[in-house]
Every structure is written in C-alpha cells, then in structure tokens.
C-alpha cells in the first residue's frame, strides 16, 4: 500500500506467514501495529489488517524491509537485509514520502548499517525522506508496552504534522 507523496511510509521487516497468507500487514492476531496505529492518533478508529488500504486516506503507506514470507524475521540473512535496505531506499527515492518509518530497530540498523540506531528519528536521510525508527510492535517485544509505543508512535504523527 503505497502511493507518491505519502505523509509517512511505515516500513514492516518482512512478511509473517499470516500476512503471506492474507495479503495483509501485520495480520498476525497478538500483533500491536494497528491498536498502536490508532492510540498514536495516526487512524481515527481501529483499523483491521484487511482495512489497510484505508491508510492511504490519511497519507499512510506500509511496505516492508525483506519481501519473503518467514515465521520468524530472524530466518532472514544479513545479504537479506542488505539487499532489501537498498530496494526500500530505491523505493522511497521514487515515492517521496515525508517520513520512512521504520518498525523495528534491528531491522533498521540491518537493512542500513547502522549499528549505533536507536528508535526515535535518525541523522540519515534519503534524498528529501525522513527517517524514523520505531519499536518492533511484535508481542515478542515484551518490553515496550502498547502505551510506551503508542507514545512513540505518537512523536513521529506530530513531527510528521499529521492530524492527531
């Protein structure tokens, strides 16, 4: 789901296998995306997976990192990583988004060789594009609480100038 000129590109890791099943990102019940979306203000309602063509609407897009379908995003391969950073900052060269969001620290610091990222916004542009790390909103990341991420979440709508 992306379009030229979006407010702010979300960028997941990879596919699970419930979004490969489904064509939806973040379809996996337990996964905090679309309730933190909507507590950060991004969405006025909750949006289910298979309503995210509704983010278009409000200036939203959603792409991934890696395009193959895993279980688990540690089965992904450093050149994995490497290769879809450098298609993803293709993409965003094309499309311009004002913010690249990208879900996942990890993945982040993979896919551009930044060991040193933390989540918050990042020195590194990409031509005009912003960039901004969040956390990884999977119920494997037990530490950031649906509130804390919402929060940060919350801080890329308003640098994004987003309608909260």
């Given at each position: 789901?992306?379009?030229?000129?979006?407010?702010?590109?979300?960028?997941?890791?990879?596919?699970?296998?419930?979004?490969?099943?489904?064509?939806?990102?973040?379809?996996?019940?337990?996964?905090?995306?679309?309730?933190?979306?909507?507590?950060?203000?991004?969405?006025?309602?909750?949006?289910?997976?298979?309503?995210?063509?509704?983010?278009l609407s409000y200036g939203l897009g959603i792409t991934n990192?890696?395009?193959?379908?895993?279980?688990?995003?540690?089965?992904?391969?450093?050149?994995?990583?490497?290769?879809?950073?450098?298609?993803?900052?293709?993409?965003?060269?094309?499309?311009?988004?004002?913010?690249?969001?990208?879900?996942?620290?990890?993945?982040?610091?993979?896919?551009?060789?930044?060991?040193?990222?933390?989540?918050?916004?990042?020195?590194?542009?990409?031509?005009?594009?912003?960039?901004?790390?969040?956390?990884?909103?999977?119920?494997?990341?037990?530490?950031?609480?649906?509130?804390?991420?919402?929060?940060?979440?919350?801080?890329?709508?308003e640098a994004a100038g987003a309608p909260g």
């Open positions: 789901m992306v379009a030229d000129g979006l407010r702010v590109l979300f960028c997941g890791i990879n596919p699970g296998l419930m979004s490969a099943a489904t064509g939806h990102h973040f379809a996996r019940p337990g996964n905090r995306f679309w309730p933190v979306l909507h507590l950060s203000g991004f969405t006025p309602r909750l949006l289910k997976p298979a309503e995210q063509h509704e983010l990192v890696v395009a193959r379908a895993t279980a688990r995003a540690d089965e992904l391969s450093a050149e994995e990583y490497a290769e879809g950073g450098r298609l993803l900052a293709e993409k965003v060269a094309r499309l311009r988004p004002g913010w690249l969001a990208v879900v996942g620290v990890t993945a982040y610091r993979a896919a551009f060789a930044d060991r040193t990222a933390k989540v918050g916004p990042q020195e590194r542009t990409i031509g005009g594009t912003r960039i901004w790390v969040l956390p990884n909103p999977s119920g494997l990341n037990a530490h950031w609480t649906p509130a804390t991420m919402a929060e940060e979440f919350r801080r890329l709508r």
